[in-house]
């Protein structure tokens, strides 16, 4: 037998015979057999609260300024603001709309477990009694876990929690470039309030493959080991990976130094990063200018795991709005390794089972959701694009583990960095035998190309023969030379931070270097050398520079040009 269902009244005074058949005949439409329980409560004045199953109707002076503020914010603010708001005021009217309102029945480690909100959605945002915000992280058959955008000291056991029916999402929009914010769009610099009045879901489906194109332009990091070997391609994602300080930051944020008055929008995401190194790469950004179309999303190591775990979603977020617009834009995750720590750490809280290295089974899906959002899209779809160059921190050179292999799985090649060539003053410290770019090949501009074209196997023949030539004393004199062009090489590819190189100053060193000329300069001057050649063929053949820097053109004539320029100077400074 159907037992009647019972609705609570709460409120100060007790309703009048009226005003009781009015709600009994209210609720019997809504929900069938029911039956009234009033129960006074002397904190509700002017109204009422009618609690029904998990459906909440609220009609207190609370209750109803939150209407309104739902309603005020579903508004999408045109350029005549006040007009608009005007009129929304005037329109509004009071609805008995239920509320589902959940309980707080536990928390801790910026985790909430909730109650009473059976039809909360994954991923919806929250809202809890004192205004922290939380995003629906884990649904189980009583409950559902929630995790906090806070460090959770404010919300207690029993608080109420409202639903929002939102996604989490966050503002995006040109007003974003050059701020540094925190990965819910909340600006952490001393600039003030960010304007923007679009809004956009951090997570959102990546591009179909109808909807890309071959990625075919290329995205120059002005680091000469890089774009001459292992070149990226607008829409490519490049992985950088390496033990701790060996240089990735740096490589990632010179690409940003290098794109400036190319019109690519930059965003670079900092996650689980101390506080103080964020600083100091912002620091660097705004020294160059490269803040002018930068902007910077922050979870520190401080922040919640929650903020963490988001920050690359809402920094891709921000990013895409500008490949939408048609433009380009780089995104560099800094690092991927922490955001794993930080899902896992999450996900053991929620109490979901470990598996391999207690990561939980969908870390895989954790990296490919992100970075399948990278492409180049179609001229149909704006041919905008965004190109992700993920870090990746490994352990003791070790790219076997979990989280190396997975991202190494999804990205379209890897720039591996070395500790050992590290430190014996080989920076960037690119390890030439395990990198790889997969796609960027078709992208690198002819000219690279072309003035290259021997480099990686002149690179591998030398590290053969030093290691086979290490413990011989007598050497003949082709061996010697050819070690002495291999070390020149490697010479060639060092290169210091924040300092990137132009494209035809690129080809010239290429130039001088596999034509065996740079090699007749003693190392300590051949930053001289190189230097007085630039000088040389920037001045008097500005032609050839134009042609590399803006079609990628070297025809054979410019490159003995460039050869017999050279070969002119490495005489003058041999015999003088
Ligand atoms: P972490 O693991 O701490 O994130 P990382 O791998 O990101 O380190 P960086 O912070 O980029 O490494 O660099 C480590 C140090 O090496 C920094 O002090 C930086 O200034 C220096 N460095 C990096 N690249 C070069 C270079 N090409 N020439 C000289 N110094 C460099
Ligand atoms: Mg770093």
């Known amino acids: 037998m159907n037992q009647a269902l019972i609705a609570y009244l709460y409120s100060d005074t007790k309703p009048d015979d009226e005003q009781t058949k009015k709600l009994i005949n209210f609720l019997k439409a809504k929900y069938g057999d029911v039956r009234l329980a009033f129960k006074s409560d002397e904190h509700i004045k002017n109204g009422f609260i009618l609690k029904i199953n998990n459906d909440i109707y609220d009609w207190t002076k609370e209750g109803r300024i939150r209407q309104f503020k739902n309603y005020i914010s579903s508004i999408t603010p045109g350029s005549q603001l006040i007009p608009i708001l005007r009129s929304a005021i ?22 909430a477990m909730v109650s009473g909100l059976g039809d909360a959605q994954y991923g919806e945002i929250l809202l809890f009694e004192n205004g922290v915000s939380g995003m629906v992280s884990d649904l189980k058959t009583d409950c559902i876990g929630c995790i906090l955008f806070d460090d959770g000291y404010d919300v207690n056991q029993g608080d109420a929690v409202y639903r929002t029916g939102k996604k989490a999402g966050v503002p995006v929009g040109e007003a974003f470039i050059g701020r540094v914010v925190n990965p819910l769009g909340v600006p952490i610099d001393d600039k003030g309030e960010i304007l923007s009045s679009l809004y956009s879901s951090i997570e959102t489906p990546a591009p179909q493959i ?18 001459s070997m292992f070149p990226i391609g607008r829409g490519q994602r490049e992985l950088i990976i390496g033990d701790r300080q060996t240089g990735k930051t740096t490589i990632a944020i010179d690409t940003i130094l290098n794109q400036k008055g190319k019109n690519v929008f930059c965003v670079y995401v900092a996650i689980g990063q101390k506080a103080g190194s964020v600083a100091s790469i912002v620091k660097t950004l705004r020294n160059a ?63 979901r089972s470990p598996g391999r290295e207690a990561y939980p089974g969908d870390v895989f899906y954790l990296h490919s959701r992100l970075l399948e959002r990278s492409a180049r899209l179609s001229d149909r779809n704006g041919g905008g694009s965004l190109t992700a160059l993920p870090i990746v921190e490994t352990q003791a050179g070790d790219i076997s583990a979990y989280i190396p292999t997975n991202v190494i799985s999804i990205t379209d090649g890897q720039i591996f960095l070395e500790s050992d060539l590290f430190f014996n003053g080989q920076r960037p410290a690119v390890n030439v035998g395990i990198s790889v770019s997969r796609v960027g090949g078709a992208a690198q501009s002819k000219a690279v190309k072309k003035a290259c074209s021997s480099l990686r196997l002149d690179l591998a023949q030398y590290s053969e023969l030093e290691s086979f030539t290490r413990f011989s004393g007598e050497l003949d004199d082709i061996t010697k030379t050819q070690l002495r062009h291999g070390k020149c090489l490697m010479n060639l590819l060092k290169q210091r931070q924040h300092s990137p190189i132009n494209r035809h100053r690129q080809v010239i060193m290429l130039i001088l270097s596999l034509g065996n000329i740079t090699e007749r300069i003693p190392y300590k001057n051949t930053a001289d050398f190189l230097n007085t050649v630039f000088e040389k063929i920037e001045n008097e053949h500005s032609e050839i520079c134009a042609a590399i820097d803006n079609d990628g053109r070297l025809t054979d004539e410019y490159a003995d040009i460039i050869k017999s320029a050279g070969e002119e100077t490495a005489a003058v400074m041999t015999n003088g």
């Open 210 to 227: 109808i909807d890309r194109q071959p990625v075919d332009t290329p995205l120059e990091t002005g680091i000469l080991a890089i774009d």
């Open 90 to 111: 005037g329109d509004w009217r009071m609805h008995i709309i239920p509320e589902q309102v959940g309980t707080v029945i536990s928390v801790g480690d910026s985790i």
């Open 289 to 351: 200018g490269a803040m002018d179309y930068t902007c910077v999303v922050v979870s520190a190591a401080s922040d919640a795991p929650s903020l963490q775990y988001i920050a690359p979603y809402a920094g891709t977020a921000i990013a895409e709005y500008f490949m939408n617009q048609g433009k380009d834009a780089l995104i560099v995750y800094d690092d991927l390794s922490k955001h794993a720590v930080a899902y896992r750490t999450i996900s053991l809280l929620l109490g």
